[in-house]
């Protein structure tokens, strides 16, 4: 608790640096305009020289203070990421400072058994995961998750690890279709006329998908990635502290419906290069859990006739430790 507590100390402080970067980068903006007002018209207007040449000044000592605020605030930024295992030139090439920032803060919170489940799972390499794609599982429009997604899912709300997220990040997910060059297969094709999207179309996604907030690792052959914007919930596992390097990790527990926004083939991002790339709106969430049971009562079934008592139920059931519930 300690840690976690210093943690959220340090986040506010460079939270604070940066809110007086902006209002310094404001103030700047507004002395420029007032001196460009008061620039003299001829070099006799003396009384307006001086005001421009004070407004000259105040400019340069808001410059020179923000440099010294930008250097502390990178170099605590820098320390930070460092200590919770982001690497830090990666952080930010996806979202803001802010939103990463609060996204490691969110984290602090979330139960370490349950992202260390999640991040073992098959499927899921250091700071996200990728599934390849199974063409009669999959029907064109639905991207299903790993195998284990629904249940992660499930289980992440029934341990409340669902946090409200900020709807203006930008969430990474890469999928690898088998592609690579002069190595196509039949199969591959079939993979990407699965992935097929054009604007407007809807695509469904999940329950269960993991994704990054910073950078997709290289796929090799290309692959497709998706930039998901729009989501509300999801489980944060941003920054780590121990031998974790680069995790990134939010995991999508809901059904998501979407809308492509815009599509590019054979593009690149962040320096990489996709076969396709597609950004998509959440138009809503679908809570792969039923209320009853977020709320733990206990399911009712109508009309179940009551047990024989002449019968032994147990070997019925197939003993004990199988009560006659379907697996």
């Given at each position: 608790m300690a840690e976690a507590e210093e943690i959220r100390s340090r986040i506010e402080t460079i939270k604070d640096l940066s809110d007086r970067l902006a209002e310094q980068d404001r103030t700047?903006?507004?002395?420029?305009?007032?001196?460009?007002?008061?620039?003299?018209?001829?070099?006799?207007?003396?009384?307006?020289?001086?005001?421009?040449?004070r407004l000259h000044a105040?400019?340069?000592?808001?410059?020179?203070?923000?440099?010294?605020?930008?250097?502390?605030?990178?170099?605590?930024?820098?320390?930070?990421?460092?200590d919770v295992n982001i690497i830090a030139d990666k952080a930010t090439s996806?979202?803001?400072l802010e939103l990463i920032l609060d996204l490691v803060e969110q984290s602090l919170d979330t139960d370490p058994n349950y992202r260390e489940n999640v991040r073992k799972q098959a499927g899921v390499t250091d700071g996200m995961s990728y599934m390849r794609l199974v063409p009669q599982d999959n029907p064109k429009g639905m991207l299903p998750p790993t195998p284990w997604g629904r249940d992660a899912?499930?289980?992440?709300?029934?341990?409340?690890?669902?946090?409200?997220?900020?709807?203006?990040?930008?969430?990474?997910?890469?999928?690898?279709?088998?592609?690579?060059?002069?190595?196509?297969?039949?199969?591959?094709?079939?993979?990407?006329?699965?992935?097929?999207?054009?604007?407007?179309?809807?695509?469904?996604?999940?329950?269960?998908?993991?994704?990054?907030?910073?950078?997709?690792h290289w796929l090799g052959g290309g692959g497709i990635l998706f930039i998901i914007e729009g989501a509300s919930q999801g489980v944060p596992m941003v920054g780590s502290?121990?031998?974790?390097?680069?995790?990134?990790?939010?995991?999508?527990?809901?059904?998501?419906?979407?809308?492509?926004?815009?599509?590019?083939?054979?593009?690149t991002y962040l320096g990489k290069r996709f076969e396709r790339i597609y950004r998509l709106g959440v138009d809503s969430e679908e809570t792969p859990v039923p209320k009853r049971e977020l709320l733990e009562f206990p399911s009712i079934q109508?009309?179940?006739?009551?047990?024989?008592?002449?019968?032994?139920?147990?070997?019925t059931a197939g003993g004990p430790d199988n009560p006659g519930l379907e697996p």
């Amino acid at each position: 608790m300690a840690e976690a507590e210093e943690i959220r100390s340090r986040i506010e402080t460079i939270k604070d640096l940066s809110d007086r970067l902006a209002e310094q980068d404001r103030t700047i903006k507004d002395l420029e305009e007032e001196m460009r007002s008061e620039t003299p018209e001829h070099p006799w207007s003396f009384m307006k020289m001086r005001r421009h040449n004070r407004l000259h000044a105040e400019i340069e000592d808001e410059q020179t203070s923000m440099s010294r605020d930008r250097y502390d605030l990178n170099r605590l930024t820098e320390r930070l990421f460092e200590d919770v295992n982001i690497i830090a030139d990666k952080a930010t090439s996806t979202n803001s400072l802010e939103l990463i920032l609060d996204l490691v803060e969110q984290s602090l919170d979330t139960d370490p058994n349950y992202r260390e489940n999640v991040r073992k799972q098959a499927g899921v390499t250091d700071g996200m995961s990728y599934m390849r794609l199974v063409p009669q599982d999959n029907p064109k429009g639905m991207l299903p998750p790993t195998p284990w997604g629904r249940d992660a899912a499930e289980e992440a709300y029934r341990q409340h690890q669902v946090r409200q997220i900020d709807p203006r990040l930008r969430l990474l997910r890469t999928l690898a279709t088998g592609s690579c060059k002069d190595h196509d297969t039949l199969e591959t094709s079939d993979y990407l006329a699965l992935m097929d999207f054009n604007v407007g179309d809807q695509v469904t996604m999940g329950p269960g998908l993991s994704t990054t907030v910073t950078t997709p690792h290289w796929l090799g052959g290309g692959g497709i990635l998706f930039i998901i914007e729009g989501a509300s919930q999801g489980v944060p596992m941003v920054g780590s502290r121990g031998d974790v390097p680069n995790e990134s990790e939010v995991f999508l527990p809901d059904l998501l419906h979407c809308t492509v926004l815009e599509e590019t083939t054979d593009g690149t991002y962040l320096g990489k290069r996709f076969e396709r790339i597609y950004r998509l709106g959440v138009d809503s969430e679908e809570t792969p859990v039923p209320k009853r049971e977020l709320l733990e009562f206990p399911s009712i079934q109508s009309n179940v006739p009551l047990p024989d008592p002449a019968i032994d139920q147990d070997a019925t059931a197939g003993g004990p430790d199988n009560p006659g519930l379907e697996p």
